[in-house]
């Protein structure tokens, strides 16, 4: 029997039957559908301003393409592996398909394609 001084006596629910939760309530995370570019890696000539750009002044539009994405201009140039983390966040962002790996290898063997297609996608999404 419990006395005064205690641990919960005078609280409300004492001596009453206490629930024990045995499984813990779960969030159910929905992730949106992945699509494919709307692009494709040799789709240059689908938005021939950004082609000319890309082709002519790379670094611009490099530098544009990261303000696009609310990143520092610099980061293309001046970051190690920067290309590859816009690319990566381009995807995150509007929801395409790929992977790092996939990120890295277009960049490495088609960069100013990789380009031009990043750059079209996120100004055809408003950005």
């Known amino acids: 029997m419990a006395g005064y001084g ?3 006596y005078g609280q409300p629910g004492y001596g009453q039957p206490q629930t ?3 499984q813990q309530p779960q969030t159910v ?3 949106p559908q992945l699509r494919d570019w709307n692009h494709g890696i040799c789709g240059c000539f689908d ?3 950004t082609c000319a750009l890309g082709t002519f002044c790379p670094a611009i539009l490099a530098c544009m393409t990261a303000s696009k994405m609310g990143e520092n201009p610099c980061v293309p140039i001046c970051i190690q592996g920067g290309m590859i983390a816009m690319r990566t966040k381009t995807r995150m ?6 992977s790092i790996c996939s990120d890295c290898c277009m960049l ?3 960069g100013y ?4 297609q990043m750059h079209t996608e996120l100004k055809e999404a408003g950005y």
Do not use: F, R, T, Y
């Open 47 to 49: 938005d021939c301003a």
């Open 93 to 98: 962002m509007l929801n395409i398909k790929g």
């Open 6 to 8: 205690q641990p919960g």
């Open 29 to 31: 995370v929905v992730s």
């Open 108 to 110: 490495m063997w088609c």
């Open 20 to 22: 024990v939760v045995v």
């Open 113 to 116: 394609c990789a380009l031009c």
